[in-house]
């Protein structure tokens, strides 16, 4: 598979694209203002147990306080005596019997502030280098489920077994780690234990609701991340950032550094593959497919839902002939828009309804096939009785959407406004109320220009009506500044 990276460097954003066969399949967005707290070690400070959700609020310094559940709590040898009595009757362990209110805790953003919810906090501890990962409060060596070569598996098992010595704490073999070299993975662990070592000492001096480790910014999180034996190119159009990454790559890549250039073309990095103009793309809720077809994907804090539709797509057979071509083609594109958007949590996939069960099944095992290359973690069940695929996508970051838009001011996210007419209508509601409240000379309704066109020729026997009801006269002004759901009444 022929992949590249693009490194975009703006001086308040870096922006990153992952290229697949010069289609663009991921794209990674990070602000100055809004850098994302995925791996962030904070020092932090419980600031309320709550009991009947088994969580805790700690207060870390972020604008708002972040989620700890019991769940996500490691357990001492006290602690764990409890737990273990809990877990003999059935239950968790209980969150009093884990942390008080003032607590001082080491605490790790799993997932990034989402919408009105906090950060999401653990104290298990990981650390992420180029081949592993250390858990110093786990134990234990697990294997990436993406080395699916069993003699692989148990050479990187017996290796990690050898280096570690019983050393504590425990491991994850990464994917990158497949091939990796007796050397290498020693390297990787020597630096790990001591990054952890680091991390526990400046904790000790670090007052509590402050940062103690931050995670890499996104050019070298990138390196360490995706940068493997089929990237065959990293291009970056900044020299300062392009140096760093050649640096960074020496030292933990040194056989990939070579993959790592500085463009200098004079066309923007990103028309390359026409990543700009997909990610506009990627903001629309219709996505047309080459058939004739579309998706229609609708994100809400709940699930997202994706749509499929024929639209102009007829076929040459029958009818289940193009449905199964149809959806066929579509679960390549919603495996693509799901990483390109970074789509998470619940996601409901309703394809066109298929009569064969045959059918259905090559459609559900291309849209897993589709996912075998997304680096995040993602699960679909069987379709349900309603001819629904339900997945689940690990949702750490926001999406492309959240990262890049914010709500319309004017429909405040609904998608839809009041038509002038239903505004009318309230105009009359709200005349009538202030008539019956409030002595007045006269009205003064203030309105978009839409609404008083409306007020002046179709309802203008209305206005007429209410100012015989009233015994008032009423003046309309427009106002272009208006939302068009927005008015006022004014008495004078």
Partial sequence: ????????????????????????????VERARRRGLISNIYKGHVSRVLPGMQ????DVGLERTAFLHADDIFRDSVSKEAGQADAEGGRSPDIRDLVEEGNQLLVQVLKDPIGTKGARLSTFVTIPSRYLVYMPRGSGIGVSARIEDEEERTRLREILESVSDGSVGGYIVRTAAEGASWDALRADMIFLHRLWEAITNHSESVLPRNLVHEDLPLALRILRDLLGPDIEKVRVDDAGTCRRMKKFAAMFVPELANKIDEYTGERPIFDLYSVEEEIVKALDSKVQLKSGGYLVIEQTEAMTTIDVNTGGYVGHRNLEETIFKTNLEAAQAIARQIRLRNLGGIIIVDFIDMEQAEHRRQVLHALEKALAADHARNQIAEVSALGLIEMTRKRTRESLEHVLCHACPICDGTGSVKTPETVCYEIFREILRQSRQFEFQKLLVLAHPEVLEMLVDEESSSVAELEEATGKPIRLQSEAHYAQDHFDVVPI
């Fill in 1 to 28: 598979m022929n992949e590249e990276i693009l490194i975009s460097v703006t001086p308040r954003e870096v922006r990153a694209a992952l290229v697949e066969n010069g289609v663009v399949q991921e794209v990674f």
């Fill in 55 to 58: 969580a805790a609020f700690v």
